[in-house]
């Protein structure tokens, strides 16, 4: 087993051109392990076009992608070292899953068993013998990661596994992303369920028309945009937004009869309310959503290129 | 050997492997009853032109006969090998699998070996089917056509060892057009089609070029596969064709052409 450190995932300068769509364009990142980083951006910016080039799949126009300092296609034996889930439609429809596992372990020269193993591990053992065309959508992507951790990998590497899970399914993936994270793998997962995202990811990556927009821990990212708020409630709004106003903040009534208070911290709005005899029923600091923003940093280039 | 473990796996693991069988045993066993039929009721008497007349005199002669029958069923079990030989490549496609083979086997060109190598091994099987079969089956037809079995005679064994070739090249040359033609269906299809209807068609055209533009053309007939993997196998020399040997070679040529380009083609495809 490899040390943490040189686990990183390493993007380089990547770039690819298709016919007259630059999908990916000089692209650059880095992914540490422990964490689990959200791979972001709208559909179509170019999310599994790197992480294609990242496994070898696809070749780069220009620049470079390795994982723990080595090209996936020198790795020796990659499959120990990094478990990908791509599409979760990838198997053949007549084939049970167990035979899918097995025909993979067959081929990079693991016991049929490890079959066995991660299908118990993903929860799909009772439908190991069922053909692959009768699994739902959810049971697909359960298979495709029961593929993925065959090899037992360091790295892991997911495109969209969130899609087609049921809520009790969405849950199960984030313990079990962050339970190999905790134990030091590094954990890159690419989505556009923002919310999903932000309780899951430590770090996030976010992409747009093929170029990065902003990278780093998610509190950061979040931070960075200014959008913290603070609501409060109170029996004397019309005093308090006086108060407020005198210091310079912004106040927005909101539906439910509660302020939202932009430009002040929460102390100092409760030290102008304080001072001008307001009762406060609530003040809380509200950190602005990875929703809003992801939509804002991606603002006008999520259009279909 | 654990890559072509897997893609034997892979086949064995689906439908397609006993579909092919039952498509080939009725074919074969029409191959055998039409080459018996056309035994017994063939005789030089019958045709006029003394050079056909030669010809059939000379197909006619026991261990011709033997020859042919022996290899019973080649037509339609390369048919078949040809098919599931593709299949191992499109399949891939087809069910979007290729993507969690590469990931296994980044080096491309071990993934194509292995399904060369499983290929082959289908050929072999599917040889050793219809031999197995001839050799039960042909001495009975042989003693009804009052001939001996031919058995001790060599130029027998040789057309049956030199049928196990045309069964390899033909897994090759499955593989490669394969590669070549990705989309499963169109695959099947036109491969299917032109093994058939292609040989007669070409053969059309050669005989169109023969009779009006230049004599030599019939020389270059034994650029079609089939006849030259028909060529191949033929017991001994009929006269007006050319040696066994150019028809092995023809078929080498093919599948070492299609074996080499389909290899660099799929290193250099882009998986998505």
């Known amino acids: 087993?490899?040390?943490p450190a040189s686990d990183a995932i390493v993007v380089d300068h990547l770039s690819k051109q298709y016919k007259k769509l630059r999908a990916v364009d000089d692209l650059s990142f880095t992914v540490r392990s422990g964490r689990v980083t959200g791979f972001l951006g709208p559909n179509g910016a170019g999310k599994t076009t790197t992480l294609r080039m990242l496994l070898g799949l696809v070749t780069p126009t220009s620049g470079n992608a390795t994982i723990g300092g080595e090209r996936y296609t020198e790795l020796h034996d990659p499959i120990r070292h990094v478990g990908a889930v791509l599409e979760a439609s990838s198997a053949h429809r007549?084939?049970?899953?167990?035979?899918?596992?097995?025909?993979?372990?067959?081929?990079?020269?693991?016991?049929?068993?490890?079959?066995?193993?991660?299908?118990?591990?993903?929860?799909?053992?009772?439908?190991?013998?069922?053909?692959?065309?009768?699994?739902?959508?959810?049971?697909?992507?359960?298979?495709?990661?029961?593929?993925?951790?065959?090899?037992?990998?360091?790295?892991?590497?997911?495109?969209?596994p969130a899609n087609g899970l049921d809520p009790e399914g969405i849950r199960w993936m984030r313990d079990l992303l962050k339970a190999l994270a905790a134990e030091g793998r590094t954990v890159l997962v690419s989505s556009h369920l923002l919310g999903e995202m932000q309780v899951l990811a430590d770090d996030v990556v976010i992409v747009a028309a093929g170029k990065l927009v902003r990278q780093g821990p998610v509190d950061e990212v979040l931070g960075s945009m200014g959008t913290t708020q603070v609501r409060v409630r109170t029996p004397q709004a019309?005093?308090?937004?006086?108060?407020?106003?005198?210091?310079?903040?912004?106040?927005?009534?909101?539906?439910?009869?509660?302020?939202?208070?932009?430009?002040?911290?929460?102390?100092?709005?409760?030290?102008?309310?304080?001072?001008?005899?307001?009762?406060?029923?609530?003040?809380?600091?509200?950190?602005?959503?990875?929703?809003?923003?992801?939509?804002?940093?991606?603002?006008?280039?999520?259009?279909?290129? | 050997m654990n890559l072509i473990n897997a893609e034997l796996f892979k086949l064995r693991t689906t439908a397609i492997w006993w579909i092919m069988g039952i498509v080939l045993l009725p074919l074969y066993a029409a191959s055998v009853l039409a080459n018996w039929a056309q035994f017994a009721s063939t005789s030089p008497d019958q045709v006029s032109d003394p050079d056909q007349a030669e010809q059939v005199r000379a197909a006619l002669e026991p261990i011709n006969v033997a020859t042919t029958l022996y290899t019973s069923g080649q037509y339609f079990g390369i048919l078949i090998v040809l098919l599931l030989s593709?299949?191992?490549?499109?399949?891939?496609?087809?069910?979007?699998?290729?993507?969690?083979?590469?990931?296994?086997?980044?080096?491309?060109?071990?993934?194509?070996?292995?399904k060369f190598g499983a290929a082959v091994i289908v050929g072999v099987l599917v040889w050793l089917l219809t031999t197995l079969l001839n050799l039960i089956v042909v001495p009975l037809i042989m003693n009804n056509l009052d001939l001996s079995s031919q058995l001790g005679e060599g130029a027998v064994w040789r057309a049956i060892g030199l049928n196990l070739l045309a069964f390899v090249l033909w897994a090759v040359l499955g593989v490669g057009l394969g590669v070549l033609i990705k989309n499963q269906l169109a695959a099947t299809l036109i491969l299917g089609i032109v093994y058939v209807v292609g040989t007669s068609a070409i053969g059309l055209i050669f005989f169109l070029l023969t009779q009006y533009v230049a004599q030599w053309f019939e020389n270059l007939q034994v650029l079609i596969p089939t006849t030259a993997s028909q060529l191949m196998i033929s017991g001994t020399e009929l006269p007006g064709n050319p040696p066994r040997w150019v028809g092995a070679v023809v078929l080498i040529g093919y599948a070492v052409v299609a074996g080499f380009f389909g290899t660099w083609l799929t290193k250099r495809r882009d998986i998505s």
């Open chain 1, 94 to 160: 007549g084939r049970s899953g167990r035979n899918h596992l097995r025909m993979i372990c067959r081929a990079a020269g693991l016991p049929d068993s490890r079959a066995d193993e991660t299908l118990e591990l993903v929860g799909l053992t009772p439908a190991g013998k069922r053909k692959f065309k009768g699994y739902s959508l959810g049971m697909k992507q359960r298979l495709g990661i029961a593929a993925a951790m065959l090899g037992n990998p360091q790295v892991l590497i997911l495109d969209e």
């Open chain 1, 238 to 305: 019309a005093e308090l937004t006086t108060a407020l106003s005198a210091l310079g903040a912004t106040v927005a009534p909101q539906a439910d009869g509660s302020l939202l208070v932009g430009g002040a911290e929460a102390a100092a709005i409760g030290h102008a309310a304080f001072t001008a005899s307001v009762e406060l029923h609530e003040l809380v600091a509200e950190r602005g959503d990875l929703e809003q923003v992801f939509l804002q940093l991606t603002a006008g280039m999520a259009g279909i290129r």
């Open chain 2, 86 to 114: 593709a299949i191992i490549v499109t399949s891939e496609f087809f069910h979007l699998t290729a993507t969690a083979t590469f990931l296994v086997t980044p080096k491309r060109e071990s993934v194509i070996l292995a």
């Open chain 1, 1 to 3: 087993m490899t040390g």
